[in-house]
């Protein structure tokens, strides 16, 4: 079993910053890769990173690419996703998820059945 809770949304202006953090409990946190997922208002839910068990590989979806940074630290259990340079498009909840079935080098996961626990969700509100 893993808990996740995830914390840092809030609202803040377009070309502004914010910074997401996942709290994950229960099973080893650097046995098993993380992702961040978000879903905006009357669409599904969709990929926004992952990362490998120790933080060696990435993988973003190409709509954030070179605006989002998701790390680990493993010692404090948590996984983060510092965004930058927000859009109004950006804005959604985001949710961090755990995915116990990949390998320890493997960030590559973008579906969401692929992934085994969910924590519930923070909003983030980008104004325009």
């Known amino acids: 079993q893993v808990q996740l809770v995830e914390s840092g949304g809030g609202l803040v202006q377009a070309g502004g910053s914010l910074r997401l953090s996942c709290a994950a409990s229960?099973?080893?946190?650097?046995?098993?890769?993380m992702g961040w997922f978000r879903q905006a208002p009357g669409k599904e839910r969709e990929f926004v990173a992952a990362?490998?068990?120790?933080?060696?590989?990435?993988y973003y979806a190409d709509s954030v690419k070179g605006r989002f940074t998701i790390s680990r630290d493993n010692a404090k259990n948590t996984v983060y996703l510092q965004m930058n340079s927000l859009k109004s498009e950006d804005t959604a909840v985001y949710y961090c998820a755990a995915d116990l079935k990949s390998g320890p080098r493997s960030s590559s996961r973008i579906y969401v059945d692929e992934y085994d626990y969910w924590g519930q969700g923070t909003q983030v509100t980008v104004s325009s």
């Open positions: 990362i490998s068990w120790r933080g060696g590989s990435t």
């Open positions: 229960g099973r080893t946190f650097s046995s098993y890769a």
